[in-house]
């Protein structure tokens, strides 16, 4: 189940990623007649790679290691609750990208395709989060990885709220940028510096434990909970007020100063983690500290005036989650069918680390464009032609983890209730 899953959610990545290659010399030598909407494929885009990619990804690594917590085997439905989220995310991308959250004009009735595709995927969510209370219910104490997954899954149903509120603004013709702005935000922020950042350190912690390590008490309430009104700092300036902005920025900086303790005791560690998630690793300390510049009075506002939230939002994304989650699916794999996947894994790697970072200094180049004496259309080269490699691996990975092998072997035999870890 997971190297078919894990088959899936990279299959989507590369798919995702290829179309960011599209958006990225769009950009500047302007888009195609097939793909002319620039905003509907970029949410083509985002949604394939939220969707499909990290919350498929995600699952499967949780199904993959709840059992040596519960001590029984990932519930039956478990497989249909994939195959049908990974069916819906990968019917969102045609469904966003012709006018993305606009009306479609579909056998002569106009349909808003991309918010109907959204609150399926929402449904199919909520399916797991059922599935997984059902089997964790029980747990008399909540380990590390448990615990993380549970405030992930929390603030994944709070995030949904704004999906709603989205839908809602768009089908009531709301004029308020405010509304728009705050359910936009509430939704695509909080999901994924909720959802993924929770879902996917507690994916790093339970495949620390599976090698035998202890796991140390890290906070994961007071993360999710501090984590919750930073999403107002993605908001538009016009649409915050002085008060909200403060609110979320000492927010921010608690829930930077809890998630460092995190990241250190990972770098502690760090011996028993493969090279791509130490880079992970060095993608969230640099987010850990320019997320807390917003501290400094003015940053925020000046920022908001500048294309750095395209850098911000990929050095956590790219660099950190997608790195993140893409070591760990290989790790996993390797752990149910040998390690033959990891050991090709290798080679490749170094092409990620080398096209994610020069993709990513070009990012921060144009985000700093009025700092630095670079003619934006250099960057915007440099990002574009740089991109071509993450895509290029991610199709490779995803080959790699094509399930056609024999040898995959059932681990449910061998999952046993880690002591050490309750
Ligand atoms: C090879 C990797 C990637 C490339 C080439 C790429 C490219 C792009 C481009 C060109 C844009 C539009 C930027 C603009 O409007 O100026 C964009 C936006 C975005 N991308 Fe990516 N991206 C990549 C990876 C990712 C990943 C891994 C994620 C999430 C897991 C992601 C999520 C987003 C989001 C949320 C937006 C903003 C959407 C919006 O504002 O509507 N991207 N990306």
Do not use: K
């Amino acid at each position: 189940m997971t190297r078919w899953a894990g088959f899936m959610a990279v299959a989507m990545l590369a798919l995702a990623a290829a179309t960011g290659v599209l958006l990225r010399f769009g950009l500047y030598l302007g888009m195609p007649s097939w793909g002319e909407n620039f905003n509907a494929v970029r949410h083509a885009h985002s949604h394939l790679m939220y969707f499909g990619w990290v919350t498929l990804g995600l699952m499967a690594l949780i199904w993959h290691y709840l059992p040596d917590y519960t001590g029984e085997a990932a519930p039956r439905a478990a497989r249909a609750q994939l195959i049908v989220t990974a069916g819906l995310a990968l019917a969102s991308f045609p469904a966003f990208w012709q006018n993305g959250y606009g009306l479609t004009p579909v056998a002569g009735r106009a349909l808003p395709l991309g918010a109907m595709v959204s609150g399926f995927n929402g449904l199919a969510w909520f399916w797991f989060i059922w599935l997984y209370v059902r089997a964790t219910r029980r747990l008399a104490m909540r380990p590390l990885p448990v615990h993380l997954w549970d405030w992930g899954l929390a603030l994944m149903l709070l995030a949904s709220a704004g999906a709603l509120g989205v839908a809602a603004t768009a089908m009531t013709h709301s004029s308020s940028i405010f509304l728009q702005q705050f359910f936009l935000h509430l939704f695509l922020d909080l999901f994924a510096v909720g959802w993924f950042l929770l879902g996917l350190l507690g994916v790093i912690w339970a495949g620390l434990a599976r090698q035998g390590m202890q796991l140390p008490h890290l906070p994961a309430m007071s993360l999710a909970v501090a984590l919750s009104p930073t999403f107002v700092l993605g908001m538009s300036p016009a649409a915050v007020t002085s008060g909200m902005l403060w609110l979320a920025a000492i927010a921010n900086g608690v829930a930077m100063a809890l998630l460092a303790r995190h990241w250190l005791a990972l770098w502690g560690r760090r011996s028993h983690l493969p090279l791509l998630l130490w880079f992970a690793l060095a993608a969230l300390g640099v987010h850990l500290l320019a997320t807390l510049t917003v501290l400094i009075p003015g940053v925020w506002r000046w920022s908001a005036g500048t294309q750095l939230r395209v850098y911000v939002l990929h050095n956590f994304l790219l660099g950190w989650v997608s790195s993140g989650l893409l070591a760990s699916l290989v790790m996993a794999v390797g752990q149910a069918v040998g390690s033959t996947v990891a050991r090709r894994w290798q080679v490749t790697t170094w092409g990620w680390m080398a096209g994610v970072t020069v993709m990513l200094v070009a990012l921060a180049g144009l985000g700093l464009v009025s700092l630095i004496p670079v003619a934006p259309l250099v960057w915007l080269r440099l990002a574009a032609w740089s991109s071509i490699v993450p895509a290029t691996v991610a199709l490779c990975a995803a080959l790699m983890l094509l399930p056609l092998g024999p040898h995959t072997r059932q681990p449910h035999e061998e999952w046993r209730i880690r002591e050490h870890a309750v």
